[in-house]
């Protein structure tokens, strides 16, 4: 019972974040919006008459599931500000319906294919989830998404001494739990990628503004400590960096 409460108090932290700078997220989530695009080839060439996509966000990947024929296409996402500032941006067709809320605990109807660009890291537990979208996409459907290896932000995952907020599973872990809810793997990916940002604070304040920065570095001479050591590591002519991993996936629900 206290493991559900907690549970479901860090999906409501989460969503809060992402509420709170859902107004900046698109300034500042370019590594989300090149996932998107990339994720975008892994979409199958067949007719899906029904697509659920889980995270949605400000529409990043949205856009490229409504480039489809589609007789309907439901959009979830847990933080309401999100939904808020993909409306605003995004002219939602008729055949569309937004389901506010958080993907492990809600219930969906039958659909061709569900995907999600840059979700799946926040799962509790992938494996569960994995298992219950199964069971919500239609015979030789599709499941399609990315997530974060576990190479991305490792360098600041050590200096600051935390743990992820995020499930950084690797790439045959994710195959292997994708298998055993019932998929077929038919394709997959993994890419490196740095940024660079003028300083470790701008890092901070970037991860800050697409609401994933860690809420526990609140003490200042904390920050200053972590910043000059992340600095003494990662510091380069261009600028401080910081390694991403990029995971893509494409399955088949097989029955």
Known sequence: MIKQKNEKNISQIIGRNFSRYAHTYDNHAQLQKLMAEKLASFLPNDTSEQILEIGCGTGLFTKYLLAKPAKKIFLNDISSGMIKHMRLKISLPPYSQ???GNAE???FQMVDMIAANAVFQWFKNPRVVLGRLNSYIKENGSLVFSTFGPSTLAELRKVAQLESP???LSKNEWCKLIEEAGFTVNLSAKESHKTF????????????????????MTNPKKLRQLINDYDDICFTKQGVYANWELLYFSAINKQ
Not at 197 to 216: D, E, H, R
């Open 98 to 100: 937004i389901i506010l």
């Open 105 to 107: 605990l809600l219930k």
């Open 166 to 168: 995020a499930l950084l």
């Open 197 to 216: 940002f003028p300083s470790t604070l701008s890092l901070l304040k970037n991860l800050q503004q697409i609401g994933a920065a860690p809420t526990q």
